[in-house]
């Protein structure tokens, strides 16, 4: 089955300014029953969607959902009866699109999702469509009948659950992040109202929605952290927030991608837990997991929020092939990784060396970061915005790529059971400053003439 690769964020033009970060331990979900019925034979339904965990075998996870918690559910969900696809259903009217002759496991860029029902057709395969990045998917692993003409469905209808983000706001719930999410009822729409291809790059990106929404149509854009489930479409269609905060507004989006941890990066065999938008490791024995953006140019920041102290962890950067290899010490066999632990050890494996770094100390709530600058080989750290040390011995010759990366141990090392990563839209309150071209959210000014991990920063200065 052919890997579909997410869009990767261009630049210009329709700026989208907030995501909604879903994590689903914390049971996230978004949700509301209409009080008046809707157009139940046409709806479209768009939204953009960025992967966290990848779904898998009996574990779906709802983008969208309509249910009664009984019988009848509709919607868009991922995963379950095929690893990382794609599934439509629509409950009584008996539609189930498995779209998964394709896999969707690209967790570094956006995807932009596009369900629509039409029951009026009198073609049946035009009653049911859904598209990925303006691809109309026609190829699928199982497929129910289409559903029959002029056939209700339950979305727009009262009696039932709609939510965001989970089955009936209490099961399936989605990892991952949602931008620009819009329910049009009453109309069948292609991906070109909601988006465009951009001229110079080719890439698929969202432009602003200018059509009327219907009776229970709806606009989420996320702007307000104080009521994240606002509707801004004028029709006043706000749905509840069930367990998100402030704090999962997020600035990583369909038109600025930000670096995150790589969720099907594997170290040692399997990949380190991962949680929060792939912004929080977990603990774990000999494995390891670098970023989603590598660099080879350019001067770059970071920062780390250290949490417990129960397990051995480092924090660094090291080139991808360190993380892959399943060494059960990341970096040994290579020579480009240079990483701290909680002692204050600094290991340089290319120099096979390691001493303690005066101030750096292993500090439950201690905000860590790296200043790295590859157009002069050098690797600044930081702790609580004061620079520690300087290592000076990193190549500048664009030759090697480096990712920021993390590794667990259960000996030796010294750390915290938790690394909490910010790479610009941290999952933690922020201190509120931003690097010069305007990005980013961190605890302690950003270096001069350093930037953050994002597609718009390495577009103009990687």
Same mark, same amino acid.
């Given at each position: 089955?052919?890997?579909?690769?997410? *869009?990767?964020?261009?630049?210009?033009?329709?700026?989208?300014?907030?995501?909604?970060?879903?994590?689903?331990?914390?049971?996230?979900?978004?949700?509301?029953?209409?009080?008046?019925?809707?157009?139940?034979?046409?709806?479209?339904?768009?939204?953009?969607?960025?992967?966290?965990?990848?779904?898998?075998?009996?574990?779906?996870?709802?983008? /969208?959902? $309509?249910?009664?918690?009984?019988?009848?559910?509709?919607? +868009?969900?991922?995963?379950?009866?095929?690893?990382?696809?794609?599934?439509?259903?629509? =409950?009584?009217?008996?539609?189930?699109?498995?779209?998964?002759?394709?896999?969707?496991?690209?967790?570094?860029?956006?995807?932009?999702?596009?369900?629509?029902?039409?029951?009026?057709?009198?073609?049946?395969?035009?009653?049911?469509? +859904?598209?990925?990045?303006?691809?109309? +998917?026609?190829?699928?692993?199982?497929? *129910?009948?289409?559903?029959?003409?002029?056939?209700?469905?339950?979305?727009?209808?009262?009696?039932?659950?709609?939510?965001?983000?989970?089955?009936?706001?209490?099961?399936?719930?989605? %990892?991952?992040?949602?931008?620009?999410?819009?329910? +049009?009822?009453?109309?069948?729409?292609?991906?070109?109202?909601?988006?465009?291809?951009?001229?110079?790059?080719?890439?698929?990106?969202?432009?602003?929605?200018?059509?009327? /929404?219907?009776?229970?149509?709806?606009?989420?854009?996320?702007?307000? !952290?104080?009521?994240?489930?606002? %509707?801004?479409?004028?029709?006043?269609?706000?749905?509840?927030?069930?367990?998100?905060?402030?704090? %999962?507004?997020?600035?990583?989006?369909?038109?600025?991608?930000?670096?995150?941890?790589?969720?099907?990066?594997?170290?040692? =065999?399997?990949? &380190?837990?991962?949680?929060?938008? @792939?912004?929080?490791?977990?603990?774990? %024995?000999?494995?390891?997991?670098?970023?989603?953006?590598?660099?080879?140019?350019?001067?770059?920041?970071?920062?780390?929020?250290?949490?417990?102290?129960?397990?051995?962890?480092? &924090?660094?950067?090291?080139?991808?092939?360190?993380?892959?290899?399943?060494?059960?010490?990341?970096?040994?066999?290579?020579?480009?990784?240079?990483?701290?632990?909680?002692?204050?050890?600094?290991? @340089?494996?290319?120099?096979?060396?390691?001493?303690?770094?005066?101030?750096?100390?292993?500090?439950?709530?201690?905000?860590?970061?790296?200043?790295?600058?590859?157009?002069?080989?050098?690797?600044?750290?930081?702790?609580?915005?004061?620079?520690?040390?300087?290592?000076?011995?990193?190549?500048?010759?664009?030759?090697?790529?480096?990712?920021?990366?993390?590794?667990? !141990?259960?000996?030796?090392?010294?750390?915290?059971?938790?690394?909490?990563?910010?790479? =610009?839209?941290?999952?933690?309150?922020? =201190?509120?400053?931003?690097?010069? $071209?305007?990005?980013?959210? /961190?605890?302690? $000014?950003?270096?001069?003439?350093?930037?953050?991990?994002?597609?718009?920063?390495?577009?103009?200065?990687?």
């Amino acid at each position: 089955m052919p890997l579909i690769l997410g *869009s990767n964020s261009a630049s210009g033009g329709y700026n989208v300014a907030n995501s909604l970060r879903f994590n689903s331990a914390s049971s996230d979900n978004l949700s509301r029953t209409p009080s008046t019925n809707g157009n139940l034979k046409t709806w479209t339904w768009s939204t953009w969607i960025k992967f966290s965990k990848l779904a898998t075998n009996g574990a779906r996870q709802y983008l /969208f959902s $309509a249910s009664d918690n009984s019988t009848d559910t509709a919607g +868009i969900y991922y995963g379950a009866y095929v690893d990382q696809s794609l599934t439509f259903e629509s =409950g009584a009217i008996s539609l189930n699109l498995r779209g998964s002759a394709n896999l969707f496991r690209d967790v570094s860029a956006w995807y932009n999702i596009v369900a629509v029902l039409d029951t009026t057709q009198a073609t049946s395969t035009n009653r049911a469509k +859904i598209y990925v990045n303006n691809t109309l +998917i026609t190829s699928y692993t199982s497929l *129910s009948n289409y559903p029959s003409q002029n056939a209700d469905s339950i979305i727009n209808s009262t009696g039932f659950l709609h939510s965001v983000g989970s089955y009936y706001g209490s099961n399936h719930f989605f %990892d991952g992040y949602i931008a620009e999410t819009y329910l +049009i009822d009453g109309q069948a729409l292609d991906p070109t109202s909601f988006g465009e291809t951009d001229t110079l790059t080719g890439i698929w990106k969202p432009k602003a929605y200018t059509g009327s /929404f219907g009776t229970n149509g709806f606009y989420q854009k996320y702007a307000n !952290s104080a009521a994240l489930g606002t %509707d801004s479409s004028g029709n006043g269609n706000t749905y509840t927030v069930n367990n998100l905060t402030s704090v %999962d507004q997020s600035k990583d989006t369909c038109t600025n991608n930000f670096c995150t941890l790589n969720a099907i990066q594997n170290g040692n =065999g399997t990949t &380190v837990t991962l949680s929060e938008g @792939n912004l929080v490791s977990g603990s774990g %024995d000999n494995k390891g997991c670098s970023a989603t953006f590598g660099v080879n140019r350019g001067k770059w920041y970071w920062e780390i929020k250290t949490v417990g102290s129960t397990y051995a962890q480092r &924090v660094g950067v090291s080139n991808r092939a360190n993380e892959q290899d399943g060494d059960a010490s990341p970096g040994t066999d290579a020579a480009n990784v240079r990483s701290w632990c909680g002692t204050g050890t600094y290991k @340089n494996y290319s120099a096979s060396s390691g001493s303690a770094d005066a101030g750096f100390i292993s500090t439950s709530g201690a905000i860590y970061a790296f200043g790295l600058d590859l157009d002069n080989g050098t690797l600044a750290r930081y702790v609580n915005g004061v620079l520690i040390n300087t290592d000076t011995t990193l190549p500048s010759d664009n030759s090697v790529t480096f990712f920021p990366f993390t590794f667990f !141990s259960t000996s030796g090392l010294g750390g915290w059971n938790q690394a909490q990563f910010n790479f =610009g839209s941290p999952m933690y309150t922020g =201190g509120g400053y931003a690097d010069a $071209a305007g990005f980013g959210n /961190f605890s302690y $000014a950003v270096p001069a003439g350093y930037y953050s991990l994002c597609t718009k920063n390495l577009a103009n200065f990687g």
